[in-house]
Structure formats: C-alpha cells, structure tokens
C-alpha cells in the first residue's frame, strides 16, 4: 500500500494533465457534429493503454463509433479481470448554465470541473493509470482486458454485436466497472444493483399546420394542451406509474431488505437544501432511498411544442413532443415495459389527435452479487485504502451493459464507483473531486491483489 | 368602378411586383437579430407613401420601432379615414415546414406563400396601392391619413403612447383596417368584434440544477411533469376554462344573437378536412363559430423544458416553461384576466416546486357597430365589388390597438378585412390570394366613395 501511495503521489500532476488533456475532447456521442471529436477520443485512450504497457490494443470498428480494446495476459491460470468504461459524454447543454465551459477543465474547491470529469473519463482513466502503476511497480497479479466504448450515452447498441462476436476474446472472471457514485469518502459504498430503462420519444399531432389561436384557439384540440392532460395522467394522486401493468413483475423486498436499504447514510434536511427544493416529492409508502432504488420511475427528460423563442406568439401548434424515460428494477424488462407504455399512451390518446411513440434505446436491471469473490476483493481493497468498511447500496442509474455482460459472456460485475451524487452528472458543471479520483487508482491495484488472493 | 378596374388590371403586376419587395424584407419584431431589416421595411413604406402623393410622410421615433405617418388633407370639411396598419410580421418558425423560404414570396396556384403575405403586408400595401389610384385618377372624396407601426406582433406597446401624444394630428371619422379575414369571396364578410388577449409566460422550477434522472428520478419533482400537471388543470372535463372568475365578467349574447352567429356559412366536415382532423374539440355547448368568436380561450402556445435535442437524454430538469394565451371577449378586461391567471396558477403550484407568472402584452375585446356611416359604406363598397352583401362575423383575433383608438381617440373602427382563415397566420406557408389582393385595391376606393356620400 505504501508502495502505491508513493507512486499515485509523485504522479499525481501527470494523472491529472492527462485527464485533462482527455476531457479537453468534445466526445458528444448523442450530437454527430462531433463525430471527428468523439474518434479523437478513442484515439486517445487507445494511444494511453498502450503506452501503460496494454498489448494488442485496437480501435475496434463498429456500426458506430470504435471500441477500444486492449489487454494484458500475465499468466492463463491466473483470474481475469474485464474493465469496462466509455469515453463518450453527455451533451453539454444546457451551456449558459456552465460556470465555466464544459470542455475546458478547471479545477476549483479540489474539484476537476468539466463535462465527462465524473461520467465516464475521470473514472475509467483511474483504470488505465492503475494499470501503468501496477506495471511499473510489478504488482499485476491478474490477467486484465480493457473494454472502453463510445456510445454509452446513445444505448451502446453497437457494444451488444461486439460481444455477441468476440465472446471467447472477451472472456473473463468479472467485469469492473467505475461508473457509479459511492455515498462519500468518509461513507464509502458499493453499488449492487442498477435500475434498467425505457426510454421513449412521443409525438402528438393535432391540425396539419400550425394555426393562428385567435383564429383557431377553442375550436380546435391544442397538441400541447393534450399532451399536458396525457403526462399528468401517467402518475395518479399517490404518484404510482399509472400504466396498466407496470408494476406486474417488480421483485418486491423483503422487510429486512428495505430495512437494510434505509440503513444507508442519508440525511432529509441536506439533500433538500443541497437541491434548492422545499418538499420532496414520491410514490407513497416508500422512502427516497427506496424511491431512487429500489422502485421504478417515469420521468419527463425534455418536452417541446410551439413557439419557444423570445417574446410572444399566438400560435396553435400542430405538434408537441416529449421524451420520457423509466427506471426498471428487477424484474422488470425493457422491452415488456416499452410496449405496454407505446400501448397505454396510444390507449389514451382522444379522437382529436394522433400520437406516435418511439422507442430509444434500453435496457435491463440488475443485482450483483455481495457474497462473490469479486465483490469481497472489493470489499477489502476499499475497506484498506478508505479506513471503513463500503455499504453495500442499490444504484438509481442504468449501466445496461451489465445485465448484457451477464446474459452473453455469464459473467458477473462490480460496480466499484468512486463518483458522489452531487458530481451533476448529465447536468451542467459536472465534476469529480481530485480525492476521489486519486483515491481510485489507489484502490484500483489493492483490487487486483486481493482477488488474485481470493480466487 | 370600370375606371377602378381598369386602373387595376393596366398595374397588376407592378402591384405585386412592390408587394414582393416589401415581402422580401424579414420585419421579425420579435426578434432582435432582424432590426436593421424592420427598419428597413419601415423606410420602405414611407418611401412608397410618400411616391403615391402622401404628404407630411415620417418616419415617427419611438422606444422600439418607428411608426410610418402620412396623410393627404383634401378638404377639411370632408370626412378624414385614419387607415392603420402592421409592416413587421411574426417569426417564420419552424422553418423547415415552408414549402418555399419565407422571405421569398413564390407564387403557386394564384396564392402569394411568404411570411407577412397577408398579415398584415399584403392587406396594409392594398391601401397604399389604393390611395395612389384615388390619387391618380383624382377620385379621393375623403382626407386621408396612415399610421403604420412596425410592434403589432409584439404587443404595440409603443403605438399607445404615440396615440396618446398625436390626439390632435391622428383625429378622424373612422379608423379604417384591413387585418382580418372575410370568409371567402363567395362569401364576403366584415368582422363586427375582435377578441381581447391575455398573454402570459410561466416557469416552474423545481431543483436548483439539472440532475441525473437514474441518480433522483422518482424522489424529486419533476417541473416538465408538474407543469404539464399544472397545464391540464386549467380546461376541466366539459373544455371550461378552469381558472376561478374566468368567465364572471364575459357577456353573454341573446338566443338572437348567437342564432345570427350560427348563420354564416360553415361544413364541419369541410374544416376537418382542411385542417387534417377527426374530430374538433371546444367547450361545451357551443358551435365552432361560436367558440372561435364569441367565447373567451386559453391555449398553450409554447412549452419547453429539459433536452430537447436528437437522440436519448436522462435528464431531470430545473426548469420546465410555457407560453400561455386568452382570447378575452366583451366585457373581459385583460388586466384583470392576467392577474385571475396569476393568482390562481400561483396558488395551484405545489410545495416541491416554485413558479413565476411574467405578462407579456395584453388587449381588449372590441365590437364594432353595424348601424354606423362607416360600417354602411364599407358593406356598400363590398356589395359593389363582389356583387354581395357582406356577412356580419364575429372575429377570433385580436387587434388590442383597436380598442385603444376607441379609447383614446374616440373613433369607431371598420374591420374590412380581405384575408381568408386559411391564410395561415403565424404558421409556415402563410399566403394571400392574388385575387383577394386586387379585389382589395378595387374594392377600398368605394368606400371612400360611400363613406363621403353617406357622411
């Protein structure tokens, strides 16, 4: 452990001007503007692995944009172990709201501020640079394989095929993932489960043109209007989903499992002022740890009809849209969800409109195991390098290259995040605490050793 | 009238010619980054006044956009028509459903499509072109002045003060305009009312931030769920606008009254049609011409909030707005009616969000007398040049300027309107017949004509 600290503190300047240089690059995998940016990226990283001392690396093609892929095979009876991460971001706006541009890294209150500095650069790179530390001071002790892709944020609809056919190449004994928040750094935690998602883009139409509403206004069905009424339907009085049969096959917990759930630091009084609200708002009957846990959710994530620009205009619109998304818990699947969602929302749908929903991509939720060797390597490489023993959490987020790793390659994952809650992940002034990011490729190796020694 | 025609026929196509000039300018009030060509339509009206034989032309300073004075006094014992009109046009959006560029006027099928065709610089340029035929064929029985404004779309906040500061130079008989639909030339028809309107803008906001939706989707409010929510309250089950004392000052007209309304001519099936719909909507126990003519509205006519780009985004939003308007009719006071709205979307806001009512521009409702000097000679011009009484209709627009003449100046106003409903207002592909046009240009002569018998 001394070892480690001295190397991470005497290359602490050197991890973190890569790091920047990394989010330096507009990888918007959503936005095809930056397509030359995001191939930049990936060139980056493949470029870094290399010169850690990864073999075989390659910018693996796909339908999309390149996995990069590389590995180090010490000795085939000793365990394997598979990093995942991407190297796309999310897009960057609402961009008046950034403190400082998102693709300009600046570092304030200890923070590393910019879009991809938490999700996912800041915390796969931790990977790469724990690597060249265990390179150059000897310690692999596992075999590892390297799995960075760049469409994390658009679905990784590419990752699945690239699975599906190099299963044997990517065989493994246990996917890491740093993706994911812990509670603190005085709380530190890890996440044994993700929430699945649904995402869907819906339109409604009502007349064939946009109209004038003193003309038109009272007479004819306003798409706005209707898509309103139909938004405010999908939650009742008690804020259940109300889709026929959303709930049917979630795994409900035990009491002793919420009990467990609840034990999980939090405190009310902070998290509302943390987010500037006066109440908190959820389905009855449960608390918010179990809200952003272990229920399910819909949520509105962007809505849009008419005139939306300066000043005013009377205008009836011919459509309005709305992209919503739910957050599955086990055992709830993507695809059962999206079509009973597609057919309640085209149920409700009255006469004087037409409604169209769009699928996007999803996903499926999953629990990982606490009882593995895997999760216990976690366990103890964090219990050595925090001074506490993690709590074991449920994840609101949806990595859904997990439940895929799991169904195609049968291999199990830890998710050993060291991002917090409050890194405004998909929001503007995203960061990642320097400590946090340090802190990670100081535990990154005690992992390796201890599931060397476990296994 | 043979000489009216003849002027007509011999200049048609310069007429149009000017006409596309002027459409080719973009005179987008609303939005800043069009000045310098709002300004330049202005130049160019007084430009075109001043050539056709106006004298005392000027360009009148105001806090936003200049209005276009002019004015030829004949004979100050003859009756003086105040002729108002709009040179700016509202936004072209969205672009991408114009079949032809806005600010290319095109012709197809004897229509002019371009933004402003008809509103209002199609319908303001017939009596230019009008005045120059009375002037040159010394037909000009009455004193005539124009004041053309370039805020019209925007609320005509300024026109008010300029109102109130040119009493004496702005006195007239009548207050002649052309900025309202006829119902076609089959049917000619002069609008007897206008709607007042109410225009507001609201923004809920819940967290201080964009978040994660997977991270606090379920235990936050959502805004864009909340506002929608908040939206689909304000029409209840019967289409009645929910907001309490709406509707306590609306007056209701006689059973002769809504039985005249109901008269003019108009085929479900042929609207439905026409506007691409299976079924109409509107408050209950009404008739469409009803509901867009003698019944207040409020309809939506922007919303926004979270992503609204391509592809996937998993955001929970701070904030989420809409645009919001009411057509107000008489007594309904547009003040009072913004602050019912104020009050009342305030007090339905729930704890877990904040929400901010701002006002944009109002107007009142005005009817316009049909026993008038002014109305006689305006349905007498009509019945000469289209061979048929006008309709008398009820409007569902808004010209708030018009209740403002009446106030400050004392002046009744004759809505003699050549547009048809299909013109498409405030949406792409706006046109404006060529026929209607010339009709126009025929037809406003007469009326100088009887308005100087008959006075």
């Known amino acids: 452990m001394q070892e480690i600290k001295k ?31 995001v191939i930049k990226t990936a060139e980056f990283v493949a470029e870094k692995l290399k010169s850690a001392g990864a073999d075989k690396v390659e910018l693996c093609e796909t339908a999309g944009y390149p996995i990069v892929y590389g590995e180090k095979i010490i000795d085939q009876s000793k365990p394997t172990v598979l990093v995942y991460g991407h190297y796309d971001v999310q897009p960057p706006d609402p961009l008046e709201l950034w403190d400082t541009p998102p693709f300009e890294p600046t570092v304030r209150d200890g923070k590393i501020f910019a879009r991809g500095a938490c999700d996912d650069k800041g915390q796969f790179y931790m990977h790469v640079k724990a690597f060249e530390l265990m390179q150059e001071k000897g310690l692999l002790g596992c075999n590892v394989k390297f799995m960075i892709e760049g469409e994390e944020e ?32 005085e709380n530190p935690s890890l996440e044994t489960g993700l929430r699945g998602l649904s995402y869907v883009e819906v339109e409604v139409t009502g007349p064939n043109r946009d109209l004038h509403s003193g003309v038109y206004g009272g007479a004819v069905a306003n798409p706005a209007t209707i898509l309103a009424k139909m938004i405010a339907s999908l939650h009742d009085e008690n804020n259940h989903i109300a889709v026929p049969g959303f709930y049917d096959d979630v795994a409900e917990l035990s009491d002793s499992e919420r009990k467990q759930i609840n034990e999980a630091p939090f405190e009310l009084e902070t998290y509302k002022e943390d987010l500037g609200i006066k109440e908190i708002w959820g389905e009855k009957g449960y608390t918010t740890l179990e809200r952003t846990g272990i229920r399910p ?6 809505i849009w ?30 695809e059962t969800i999206t079509q009973l969602f597609k057919k309640h929302f085209e149920s409700i749908a009255p006469d004087y409109v037409t409604v169209k929903v769009s699928p996007h991509h ?94």
Chains 1, 2 share one sequence.
């Open 7 to 37: 190397y991470v503190e005497e290359n602490q300047q050197r991890f973190l001007d890569e790091l920047f240089e990394l989010l330096r690059i507009p990888s918007v995998s959503a936005d095809p503007k930056y397509k030359d940016d």
């Open 154 to 185: 658009v679905g990784s609809e590419n990752l699945g095929v690239f699975v599906e056919n190099n299963k044997e190449r990517l065989s493994a004994d246990v996917v890491l993932i740093s993706d994911t928040a812990m509670i603190s750094l």
């Open 297 to 302: 959710t819909l949520e509105v994530n962007g």
């Open 305 to 334: 009809g008419g005139y939306i620009g300066e000043g005013a205009k009377t205008v009836l619109p011919s459509k309005a849209n709305a992209k919503i998304s739910m957050r599955l818990v086990p055992n709830q699947d993507s």
């Open 362 to 455: 999803g996903g499926e939720p999953v629990v990982t195991p606490t009882d593995s060797v895997a999760y216990k390597a976690a366990a103890k490489a964090i219990a050595e390098s925090f001074g506490k023993e993690p709590i074991p959490t449920r994840g609101g987020g949806s990595i859904p290259i997990v439940a895929l790793f799991e169904k195609e390659l049968g291999i199990k994952t830890v998710l050993m995040g060291f991002g917090l809650d409050s890194d405004n992940l998909h929001s503007p002034n995203e960061k990642y605490d320097i400590a946090n990011y340090l802190k990670g490729i100081e535990t990154i190796p005690l992992f390796y050793k201890y599931f060397n020694e476990l296994s």
